[in-house]
C-alpha cells in the first residue's frame, strides 16, 4: 500500500503544493496524512495514525524531507525504524537520490539512500553550528555597539522609598505596597532587596 505524508508548521500555512506533488504520484486524499503542527519532534496527531497504518511493503511518500521533521538527527532514527524495523520504503519526492525502493534482493537503492540522508544531517548540523556561531557573534557585537538585550527594566515609582518605609514600619501590608507602587509581586520585592542591597553597602 502506498501512503503520503504532508506537514506545515501552522494551520495559516498552506498544504497545496505537497498535496499536489503527491496526487502527481498517484495517491489519493484517503491515502494522505496530514499534520498542521511543528516538526521539532515525531509526536504529532496524524503522523502517530500513518505509524498504525504502515505494514511491511508499504511506500511512503513526502515532498520533501524537511515535512517528514526538522530535526536531521531525529529524522535519522525514524528513518532507521521505518525502513529497517517496520521494513517500508521511503520516497521522498524533491530528492530522487532518497528512494528506497528496491528490485528484488538488489540493497544498493537503501544504501544510498542512507548515505545521502547521512550526508544531508552532517550538512544540515553543520548549518546549525554556523548560524549559532554567527548569532553569539552578532549579539557580543551589538553589546559592545551598547545595544541592550531582553526587556526593559520596569521603572521605579517616584514614591517608591516612601512605600518601602511605610512598608517596613508596618504602617502598610505587603499587599497595598504593591498596589501602591503599580508593580507585579515578583518586580517589588525584587526592588525592595536592591534597595536593602545598597543601604547595607
Given at each position: 500500500?502506498?501512503?503520503?505524508?504532508?506537514?506545515?508548521?501552522?494551520?495559516?500555512q498552506?498544504?497545496?503544493?505537497?498535496?499536489?506533488?503527491?496526487?502527481?504520484?498517484?495517491?489519493?486524499?484517503?491515502?494522505?496524512?496530514?499534520?498542521?503542527?511543528?516538526?521539532?519532534?515525531?509526536?504529532?496527531?496524524?503522523?502517530?495514525?500513518?505509524?498504525?497504518?504502515?505494514?511491511?511493503?508499504?511506500?511512503?511518500?513526502?515532498k520533501?524531507?524537511?515535512?517528514?521533521?526538522?530535526?536531521?538527527?531525529?529524522?535519522?532514527?525514524?528513518?532507521?525504524?521505518l525502513?529497517?524495523?517496520?521494513?517500508?520504503?521511503?520516497?521522498?519526492?524533491?530528492?530522487?537520490?532518497?528512494?528506497?525502493?528496491?528490485?528484488?534482493?538488489?540493497?544498493?537503492?537503501?544504501?544510498i539512500?542512507?548515505?545521502?540522508?547521512?550526508?544531508?544531517?552532517?550538512?544540515?548540523?553543520?548549518?546549525?553550528?554556523?548560524?549559532?556561531?554567527?548569532?553569539?557573534?552578532?549579539?557580543?557585537?551589538a553589546?559592545l555597539?551598547?545595544?541592550?538585550?531582553?526587556?526593559?527594566?520596569?521603572?521605579?515609582p517616584?514614591?517608591?522609598?516612601?512605600?518601602?518605609?511605610?512598608?517596613?514600619?508596618?504602617?502598610?501590608?505587603?499587599?497595598?505596597?504593591?498596589?501602591?507602587?503599580?508593580?507585579?509581586?515578583g518586580?517589588?520585592?525584587?526592588?525592595?532587596?536592591?534597595?536593602?542591597?545598597?543601604?547595607?553597602?
Amino acid at each position: 500500500m502506498n501512503y503520503g505524508y504532508a506537514r506545515v508548521s501552522t494551520i495559516n500555512q498552506h498544504l497545496d503544493r505537497q498535496i499536489d506533488e503527491l496526487h502527481k504520484v498517484g495517491l489519493l486524499d484517503s491515502q494522505i496524512f496530514i499534520d498542521k503542527e511543528s516538526g521539532k519532534d515525531f509526536n504529532r496527531t496524524n503522523y502517530k495514525k500513518l505509524l498504525k497504518k504502515l505494514r511491511s511493503g508499504d511506500v511512503l511518500y513526502v515532498k520533501s524531507i524537511d515535512r517528514l521533521g526538522r530535526n536531521y538527527n531525529m529524522i535519522l532514527d525514524e528513518w532507521r525504524i521505518l525502513t529497517k524495523e517496520k521494513d517500508i520504503d521511503i520516497v521522498v519526492i524533491d530528492m530522487p537520490l532518497l528512494d528506497t525502493r528496491i528490485e528484488g534482493k538488489n540493497l544498493v537503492g537503501k544504501f544510498i539512500a542512507d548515505v545521502v540522508l547521512q550526508v544531508l544531517s552532517f550538512v544540515a548540523e553543520n548549518e546549525r553550528e554556523t548560524m549559532k556561531q554567527r548569532q553569539a557573534e552578532g549579539i557580543r557585537m551589538a553589546k559592545l555597539r551598547g545595544v541592550k538585550f531582553g526587556r526593559p527594566s520596569t521603572p521605579t515609582p517616584n514614591d517608591f522609598n516612601n512605600i518601602v518605609r511605610l512598608y517596613k514600619e508596618k504602617k502598610i501590608t505587603v499587599v497595598t505596597a504593591i498596589n501602591m507602587s503599580g508593580l507585579t509581586r515578583g518586580t517589588f520585592y525584587r526592588k525592595l532587596k536592591n534597595i536593602e542591597v545598597k543601604s547595607s553597602q
